[in-house]
């Protein structure tokens, strides 16, 4: 007998038991263990969101691109899905980057928002894949939805790279942390950063396991009101 789709699997409650832990030790870590920045003091603690979240939107739109290459060579309509599911947990992530941003920029340069290049090329990067999953509802075709998608997802990436070399390219207010001798940060401050980006990283393909979960009900769910439409 064949398993319901929307069963947990094993992997899928092990998954989200961890990422419940990591995502719990990382708030420890944030608002209990880790100092304050001394210039900045508590709002310091949003850096630990903001840059978790910036890189897990740029891994969830490579994934895109990566699943739409994929789509476009095999037209195996799984890596479609796929990547629907990584674009809007990308969208939701930088949604976090977009909002968290501003409240950080208000207390380092007294401004909720400055047209700086990296702040003007990640909302640009968030007005692309909003108009990703715009594009995907405008077509009932599922063939020709995943085929403009694809080309779309693959071309929409281009502004990952730009949004990461902002900071080089251009005169920005905004700081750089990284840099080719590693984190210009406090040890505990990089140790907290670095659990708050492998508790986010947990959280993602949590929610993208969701996300195809969510795709493959909504496939049976229209496979079978053509069944039902047809009288089989």
């Avoid at 060579?73 to 977009?98: C, H, N, P, Q, R």
């Avoid at 396991?209 to 496979?223: A, N, V």
Wanted: proline share 3%; with cysteine; net charge positive.
């Amino acid at each position: 007998m064949k398993e319901p789709v929307n069963t947990p699997s094993l992997t899928d409650r092990v998954l989200g038991w961890g990422t419940f832990l990591a995502v719990t030790v990382a708030l420890y870590l944030v608002f209990m263990w880790v100092p304050n920045e001394k210039i900045q003091g508590p709002v310091s603690k949003i850096i630990y969101f903001h840059i978790a979240s910036a890189w897990l939107a740029f891994f969830a739109f490579f994934v895109v691109m990566v699943c739409s290459i994929i789509y476009l060579k095999t037209k195996d309509l799984k890596w479609d899905i796929i990547s629907y599911a990584s674009a809007e947990i990308g969208v939701l992530f930088t949604t976090i980057v977009l909002v968290t941003g501003p409240i950080w920029g208000r207390a380092s340069w007294n401004a909720w928002w400055t047209w700086d290049h990296r702040l003007t090329t990640t909302l640009i990067l968030w007005f692309i894949y909003i108009a990703y999953l715009m594009i995907r509802s405008s077509f009932n075709e599922e063939e020709k939805k995943a085929r403009f998608s694809a080309v779309f997802g693959i071309i929409g990436f281009i502004d990952v790279p730009i949004v990461w070399m902002s900071i080089r390219w251009w005169r920005t207010i905004h700081p750089n942390i990284v840099s080719s001798g590693g984190f210009a940060m406090d040890p505990s401050m990089v140790q907290t950063l670095l659990v708050s980006l492998g508790a986010f990283t947990l959280l993602y393909f949590y929610l993208l396991r969701k996300g195809i979960l969510i795709q493959k009900m909504r496939s049976e769910f229209e496979l079978l009101k053509q069944e039902l439409g047809t009288g089989r």
